[in-house]
């Protein structure tokens, strides 16, 4: 089994910044691709930005030169700093992790969302 443990979301400012952190856990043999969704009221889900396990990143055009994605292999967690927030922001910020169980297995797993609310 695998779970992921997202923290780091809240109530901020336009203009201001949030980090949020995600950690992985259980029989993890290895983590290939890491990335951040998020899911407005009455919208899809929609990626954010991943990350690959050798440091290669991928964002949505609505984030570029705001959010930066980066992880820690060494404690298999992701991080997103979220700079120059904006309302439209607004969402809950799921984590995505897929990689390989010790038992060779692929997985696949979803974090449980934490909320970022941009307002003055």
């Known amino acids: 089994q695998v779970q992921l443990v997202e923290s780091g979301g809240g109530l901020v400012q336009p203009g201001g910044s949030l980090r949020l952190s995600c950690a992985a856990s259980?029989?993890?043999?290895?983590?290939?691709?890491m990335g951040w969704y998020r899911q407005a009221p009455g919208k899809e889900r929609e990626l954010v930005a991943t990350?690959?396990?050798?440091?290669?990143?991928n964002y949505a055009d609505s984030v570029k030169g705001r959010f930066t994605i980066s992880r820690d292999n060494a404690k298999n967690t992701v991080y997103l700093q979220m700079n120059s927030l904006k309302p439209e922001d607004t969402a809950v910020y799921y984590c995505n992790v897929d990689g390989y169980r010790a038992s060779l297995r692929d997985f696949e797993v979803w974090g449980q969302g934490t909320l970022v609310t941009v307002s003055s």
């Open positions: 259980g029989s993890i043999f290895s983590i290939n691709a």
């Open positions: 990350i690959t396990r050798a440091g290669s990143t």
